[in-house]
């Protein structure tokens, strides 16, 4: 589904990807997790087209990504952070409809497209109301009904769960999860290790713009996790190593 071969990419000299290669197959969930700082939203944002790699290649089906134009986004979506997919000034079914249009649906097909995730969401009932009016976890989830209008074959997903509830963050989780069973390929980054742990099937550890490992979530546990310890705890220690490794390389300097 996606192959990222080598990319490099460098701001004011300093590389935030630092000859990044990873592939994602159909139905998998990828987990990309490091501390802050590691290049998780930058490698995101190559990965949707928003910034071009320094170097390297960026192949979805096998095509280079370049090669699609705004066709790209027919087959991919991303929810990103800091960012909406929705127009706060906008009520919940105008942003639909607003969206689905620019996929060339008409307002019935929106509807049949949205309304099982608009239950499983528990949205309708916000639908009629200003989404500026909506809390923070509420406009997110909205985020990713617009985001699967497409039906895409791959979602990418920025801290999509910050800001949510217990309950939302569950519903948010399980719908990502079905997608992916339905054979959508989904890249998520998190710092909360429960969505890591309930969704993810690889992983991809970021150390300073590089990758310090990949693979699959349950050879992650069996290399990383020592016994009887959470994967919260796991993924803080890695990052303190990180912190404390890049420290000793600065003051070596």
Sequence with gaps: MLDVRHITKAFGGTAVSDDVSFAVDRGRILAI???NGAGKSTLLRQVCGLITPDSGRILFEGRPLEDFGPDLYRHLSAVLEDSSLAYTFLKGW??????????????????????????????????????????????????????????????????????????????????????????????????????????????????????RWKGGSADFMRQFQRPGEALEDTLLRLFRQTEHDANETTEAD
């Design 94 to 211: 105008d942003n639909l409809y607003y969206q689905g249009a620019l996929y060339g649906l008409n307002r019935r097909q929106t509807e049949e497209r949205a309304a099982l995730l608009l239950d499983a969401l528990d949205l309708r009932r916000h639908m009629g109301k200003r989404v500026g009016d909506w809390s923070r976890g509420t406009q997110q989830k909205l985020a990713l009904v617009v985001g699967l209008l497409a039906r895409p074959q791959l979602m990418l997903l920025d801290e999509p769960t910050l800001g949510l509830d217990v309950v939302s963050k569950r519903d948010f989780m399980a719908v990502v999860r079905q997608c992916a069973d339905e054979g959508m390929s989904v890249i998520i980054t998190s710092h909360q290790s429960e969505v890591i742990d309930g969704m993810a099937d690889d992983m991809l550890l970021l150390e300073s713009g590089r990758v």
């Design 33 to 35: 997790v490091g501390p």
